[in-house]
T-cell receptor
Framework: DTEVTQTPKHLVMGMTNKKSLKCEQH?????MYWYKQKAKKPPELMFV???????INESVPSRFSPECPNSSLLNLHLHALQPEDSALYLC?????????????FGQGTRLTVV | GENVEQHPSTLSVQEGDSAVIKCTYS??????FPWYKQELGKRPQLIID?????GEKKDQRIAVTLNKTAKHFSLHITETQPEDSAVYFC???????????????FGQGTILTVHP
């Protein structure tokens, strides 16, 4: 199984809503990532978890709250978002070994904030 | 941190022609250089990668070359086909020294169009 699965595929939320994005992988990867991708732009890193602990936070606003409840799951909790937060949110995972290896991406959640 | 520049931003070729996309990076400690292909509405998928101890790597019609001295690497696609049409991103790790995971910095992307 070389899949990273994200749910939901699409999400529309109001600026006062609270919602969560979910990501799951069963490849035994111990590094998991959240990226944000705007249209016609490259993915931009938001957070990195390694061994279920937050290791990188790219100065992301607190209205985005990541959570890694176990080695297979990664969540992104959303609260009080702004319209400019509308984007494709990509989850990825990679193994933690002695060398850099492929990061596998999920198909993304397309988020629209209204 | 790492800075990755990618050129050209758009590339249009006829089917059967070759396509070359170039990237430069700034962090001399970077040691891993992946190329991702992203079709419209889909996830980025790795098509080839190269490590800093190798100068060239090939996989069928795709090849990547790396010049560590000049800090640039290139993607070469031969005998292009319409299904090669997509956005291609190069990437390099930030703060690669001593780690094997973490932040990948992506280039701005190249929109490749292959005309039948």
């Amino acid at each position: 199984d070389t899949e990273v699965t994200q749910t939901p595929k699409h999400l529309v939320m109001g600026m006062t809503n609270k919602k969560s994005l979910k990501c799951e992988q069963h490849m035994g990867h111990r590094a998991m990532y959240w990226y944000k991708q705007k249209a016609k732009k490259p993915p931009e890193l938001m957070f990195v978890y390694s061994y279920e602990k937050l290791s990188i936070n790219e100065s992301v606003p607190s209205r985005f709250s990541p959570e890694c409840p176990n080695s297979s799951l990664l969540n992104l909790h959303l609260h009080a978002l702004q319209p400019e937060d509308s984007a494709l949110y990509l989850c990825a995972s990679s193994s933690v070994t002695g060398v850099w290896t492929e990061a596998f991406f999920g198909q993304g959640t397309r988020l629209t904030v209204v | 941190g790492e800075n990755v520049e990618q050129h050209p931003s758009t590339l249009s070729v006829q089917e059967g022609d070759s396509a070359v996309i170039k990237c430069t990076y700034s962090d001399s400690a970077s040691n891993y250089f992946p190329w991702y292909k992203q079709e419209l509405g889909k996830r980025p998928q790795l098509i080839i990668d190269i490590r800093s101890n190798v100068g060239e790597k090939k996989d069928q019609r795709i090849a990547v070359t790396l010049n560590k001295t000049a800090k640039h690497f290139s993607l070469h696609i031969t005998e292009t086909q319409p299904e090669d049409s997509a956005v291609y991103f190069c990437a390099a790790p930030s703060n690669a020294g001593g780690t094997s995971y973490g932040k990948l910095t992506f280039g701005q992307g190249t929109i490749l169009t292959v005309h039948p």
